[in-house]
T-cell receptor, first 115, second 116 residues
Framework: DSGVTQTPKHLITATGQRVTLRCSPR?????VYWYQQSLDQGLQFLIQ???????AKGNILERFSAQQFPDLHSELNLSSLELGDSALYFCASSVAGSGGTDTQYFGPGTRLTVL | AQKITQTQPGMFVQEKEAVTLDCTYDTSDQSYGLFWYKQPSSGEMIFLIY??????QNATEGRYSLNFQKARKSANLVISASQLGDSAMYFC?????????????FGAGTRLFVKA
């Protein structure tokens, strides 16, 4: 158990809908990262937050947004869902925002299925 | 541009033998970190080992060691005394700080099969 929690574990929804994925980082970690893992794209970095502020942005679609709250939990919002958004979404956390021997620890993931 | 290459889509190893999973990377930065993660069939991503670009010694964590050859830009994972539970997908990843944040990129992965 990495100490990172994600809810829900599974999510099934229809095209055009909007969903919210939730992540709680390990105790003491200030950074949260979101990743998408699909069969054709592999593991793709989406976005990073550090202590409530966006720190780095990857291949995140405009239909997707994220935020990190004062208690450091984070939410990833996916809207206007398409079939291709079906994937395993991981949250990871780390202590720092940059530098050092900072290791990301991953949550168990949320498997999103868009029908 | 940053790039991670894992050239072995699948590998077989006999139980109790050692296996090396290859990883090469490309970055123009001097400061970067290299990571290996294991993803079993259950889906979770498990951190295995870390190597910093300035670390002179190869990293080791139990049965895992990282063969870091900076000039060749390679960071191969060595698993000694393979166990059946080592059967999983293994990802090599790199993080650098050129943008001030942690953009981490992952390789395509190597699926390891441990035979009894």
């Amino acid at each position: 158990d990495s100490g990172v929690t994600q809810t829900p574990k599974h999510l099934i929804t229809a095209t055009g809908q909007r969903v919210t994925l939730r992540c709680s980082p390990r105790s003491g970690d200030l950074s949260v990262y979101w990743y998408q893992q699909s069969l054709d794209q592999g593991l793709q970095f989406l976005i990073q937050y550090y202590n409530g502020e966006e720190r780095a942005k990857g291949n995140i679609l405009e239909r997707f947004s994220a935020q990190q709250f004062p208690d450091l939990h984070s939410e990833l919002n996916l809207s206007s869902l398409e079939l291709g958004d079906s994937a395993l979404y991981f949250c990871a956390s780390s202590v720092a925002g940059s530098g050092g021997t900072d290791t990301q620890y991953f949550g168990p993931g949320t498997r999103l299925t868009v029908l | 541009a940053q790039k991670i290459t894992q050239t072995q889509p699948g590998m077989f190893v006999q139980e109790k033998e050692a296996v090396t999973l290859d990883c090469t990377y490309d970055t123009s930065d001097q400061s970067y970190g290299l990571f290996w993660y294991k993803q079993p069939s259950s889906g979770e991503m498990i951190f295995l080992i870390y190597q910093g670009s300035y670390d002179e010694q190869n990293a080791t964590e139990g049965r895992y060691s990282l063969n870091f050859q900076k000039a060749r830009k390679s960071a191969n994972l060595v698993i000694s005394a393979s166990q059946l539970g080592d059967s999983a997908m293994y990802f090599c990843a790199m993080r650098d700080d050129d943008t001030g944040g942690f953009k981490t990129i992952f390789g395509a992965g190597t699926r390891l099969f441990v035979k009894a």
